[in-house]
């Protein structure tokens, strides 16, 4: 490699007409860790033991007249948090990944729609496991619960409709398991029951419906807190600079204080395995509006 300086039971009961209600703001020291000069850095991913990131990083020639496009795929790189010091993990290039932080194993897509979903063991890059799907739209991504189960999702005619597949790569099968409203991708949550699709996370297990209060539309990022399965992180695409905290039982939200001044926009936060960080990518904006830099904010007050 080139080097470069459990679930708990949990059944969510909601009340008809609930209001959602804003709490304090949540204070956070916050600090650059992947600049992107001439580079774009994107798509952050914990290790399983907190001392690293994954993410994917494309290089931009200084002469390019134009910021890269959304999802250009690039090489996969991990920092070590602490030293800053860069891996290369994979000179290939990928759209998305996610970790399965248990077993520090990776799924990799190369692009929007790849029908090939394919798991690899980070470090050393070797290949897992694989399945075929028909249909897939998106980024697929890991259960919570298993490396050896993928879900994905497929977006019906006129997209009113988001079809939930899950694939086991142990039985080389898939399965759907939930027909939910507009949506753009899937988040699962603890004990393969819950399931973030565009404005709502569904149980599927007794069928309730928990409103996010975001756009449907949007393309949001949703991702659960692996030390408190109440509580999500969301960062909704057209709301530009806003990431919060969103509490399942009484469906408030917290507005996370800590952006940065200079960004115009951040997207995809994930919550570190021991739930005291949340790492994003942020945007400058003007002509470097698709050139993407990796935070890492660490909570200061209680949540």
Known sequence: MKKRLTFLGMSVIILGGI????????????????????????SPRWSMD???LYFIQIDIPESA???????????????????????LICEDTFAALDIFREEDICLPTPYIGDDWIRTVEIETWTIVDSIEVE???GYPRFSMESSQVIYY?????????????KADLEDDTTELILVAGQGISVTP?????LFAVGDTVYNIKNGDRIP??????????VEWNPVNPSELVVCEERT??????????????????????QAAWVHNPVFSPDGTMIAFEAAKGGDSFYDYSIWVLEFVSEK
């Open 19 to 42: 209001l959602l209600s804003c709490t304090p703001t949540i204070e956070g020291d916050l600090r650059m860790l992947v600049e992107n000069t001439f580079e774009a850095a994107y």
């Open 50 to 52: 907190g001392s690293k």
């Open 65 to 87: 007249s134009n910021p890269r496009e959304p999802d250009t795929p690039g090489e996969i790189w991990a920092i070590d948090v602490s030293t800053l010091e860069q891996t």
């Open 135 to 137: 249909e897939i739209y």
């Open 153 to 165: 999702v497929y977006r019906g005619k006129g997209w009113d409709s988001t079809y939930v597949y």
């Open 189 to 193: 949550g603890p004990g393969d029951t």
């Open 212 to 221: 996010l209060d975001i756009d449907p539309a949007s393309d949001a990022a």
């Open 240 to 261: 530009d600079k806003e990431i919060f905290l969103f509490n399942l039982e009484t469906g408030k939200r917290s507005r996370i204080k800590s952006i940065p001044d």
